[in-house]
C-alpha cells in the first residue's frame, strides 16, 4: 500500500482564493482525520469522518472552512477565501478504528499551505 | 477534554547514548491508548510505539520502549542506543473511547542527537 496520499505537497496562493486539499486514505481504513499544524497551536484536529460520514466538524475554524468524503477513497478540505491566518500544514490521517480497538494513525505527508 | 502534556519542548542526547522523553496524561477512564510519534524534517509523521492501556507489559519497539505508569498518568518513551537518524520532534497521543476516534496531542518534544 502506498499509504495515505496528500495532494499537492505545497500550495502557495493569494489572500481571497480558493484552496482546495486532497486526500486519498488507505484502502480499508474507515477513519479518515484532517489535522492542522501550527508553531502556535501544534496539531489541532478539524474533522474527522467515520465510513465517510463527517462524525465531528467542532475543530472547523469557521465557514471558510469545508470538507467532503464522497467516498471511501478520497477527501477534500476546502478553504474559500484563504487568508495569511490560514497558513499551516495540513495533514489527513486514516486508521481502522473498531469499538475501543486503535492501531493508529497513518498520516500522509502533509501540504504546507502558504497564504500571501 | 483530555489533555496530554509533554514537558521538555527540547532534549539532546549523544550518539549511542540514551535518551527518555515525558509525556503526561489526564483522564478518568481506564481502558485508552497510548502512542508516541516521530516527525523528522521531512514532516511526515510516524508511529513509533503503541501501548494498551489494559496491559501492565510496556510495550517495546526495537530500540524504542516506554514507561507506562497507569497510576501516575506517565507514559514516558525511552531510545536506546540513540542514532542521528533519531533527530526529530516526538509527540505523545493519546486515545479513549470517550474520545470517539479522535487522538489527543501533545505539544511534542525537539530530540537533538549530538554526533
Known amino acids: 500500500d502506498a499509504g495515505v496520499i496528500q495532494s499537492p505537497r505545497h500550495e502557495v496562493t493569494e489572500m481571497g482564493q480558493e484552496v482546495t486539499l486532497r486526500c486519498k486514505p488507505i484502502?480499508?481504513?474507515?477513519?479518515l482525520f484532517w489535522y492542522r499544524q501550527t508553531m502556535m497551536r501544534g496539531l489541532e484536529l478539524l474533522i474527522y469522518?467515520?465510513?465517510?460520514?463527517?462524525?465531528?466538524d467542532s475543530g472547523m475554524p469557521e465557514d471558510r472552512f469545508s470538507a467532503k468524503m464522497p467516498n471511501a477513497s478520497f477527501s477534500t478540505l476546502k478553504i474559500q477565501p484563504s487568508e495569511p491566518r490560514d497558513s499551516a500544514v495540513y495533514f489527513c490521517?486514516?486508521?481502522?478504528?473498531?469499538?475501543?480497538?486503535?492501531?493508529?494513525?497513518?498520516f500522509g505527508s502533509g501540504t504546507r499551505l502558504t497564504v500571501v | 477534554a483530555q489533555t496530554v502534556t509533554q514537558s521538555q519542548p527540547e532534549m539532546s542526547v549523544q550518539e549511542a547514548e540514551t535518551v527518555t522523553l515525558s509525556c503526561t496524561y489526564d483522564?478518568?477512564?481506564?481502558?485508552?491508548?497510548l502512542f508516541w510519534y516521530k516527525q523528522p524534517p521531512s514532516r511526515q509523521m510516524i508511529l513509533v510505539i503503541r501501548?494498551?492501556?489494559?496491559?501492565?507489559q510496556n510495550a517495546t519497539e526495537n530500540r524504542f520502549s516506554v514507561n507506562f505508569q497507569k497510576a501516575a498518568k506517565s507514559f514516558s518513551l525511552k531510545i536506546s542506543d540513540s542514532q542521528l537518524g533519531d533527530a526529530a520532534m516526538y509527540f505523545c497521543?493519546?486515545?479513549?473511547?470517550?474520545?470517539?476516534?479522535?487522538?489527543?496531542f501533545g505539544t511534542g518534544t525537539s530530540l537533538t542527537v549530538i554526533p
Open positions: 490521517a486514516s486508521s481502522f478504528e473498531q469499538g475501543l480497538s486503535s492501531y493508529g494513525y497513518t
Open positions: 484502502s480499508g481504513h474507515n477513519s
Open positions: 469522518f467515520n465510513n465517510n460520514v463527517p462524525i465531528d
Open positions: 483522564t478518568s477512564e481506564s481502558d485508552y491508548y
Open positions: 501501548q494498551e492501556a489494559y496491559k501492565q
Open positions: 497521543a493519546y486515545r479513549s473511547e470517550s474520545t470517539g476516534n479522535q487522538f489527543y
